[in-house]
C-alpha cells in the first residue's frame, strides 16, 4: 500500500465516471490530499462544479488498483502509487420528499 520510494511526484491517471474524460498528471505532490488533487483536476478535464439546479457537487476519487473510494484527507504518498488511476464520482445526495 502507498508508494515507498522517495519520490516527491507521482504520475497518476483520472479519469471521469464515464471513462470519457481522461487527465494524466505527470506530477503530483505525493505530500498533497487527494482532496487538493481533486479540486485542481476539475477545472482541467472541465466537470461541473455544480449540479443542475445550481447546488454545488463534491467529488470522491475512486482507486481501481484497490477498488475503493479515497478519503479527501488521505495523502497522495501515502494511499497512491505511481501511475494509479483514479475515476472521479460525484457525490449525490439525495433531496428530501
Do not use: C, W
Not at 466537470?47 to 454545488?56: F, I, V, Y
Amino acid at each position: 500500500m502507498g508508494n515507498l520510494s522517495t519520490a516527491e511526484e507521482i504520475e497518476l491517471e483520472i479519469s471521469d465516471v464515464s471513462g470519457q474524460k481522461v487527465f494524466s498528471v505527470a506530477n503530483a505532490p505525493v505530500a498533497n490530499t487527494v482532496g487538493e488533487l481533486i479540486q485542481e483536476v476539475l477545472g482541467k478535464m472541465g466537470l461541473p462544479r455544480h449540479d443542475a439546479g445550481g447546488a454545488p457537487l463534491s467529488y470522491q476519487a475512486r482507486l481501481e488498483r484497490e477498488g475503493r473510494h479515497l478519503h479527501a484527507s488521505e495523502r497522495i504518498g501515502d494511499s497512491l502509487e505511481n501511475r494509479d488511476r483514479l475515476t472521479l464520482q460525484p457525490n449525490i445526495d439525495a433531496g428530501l420528499v
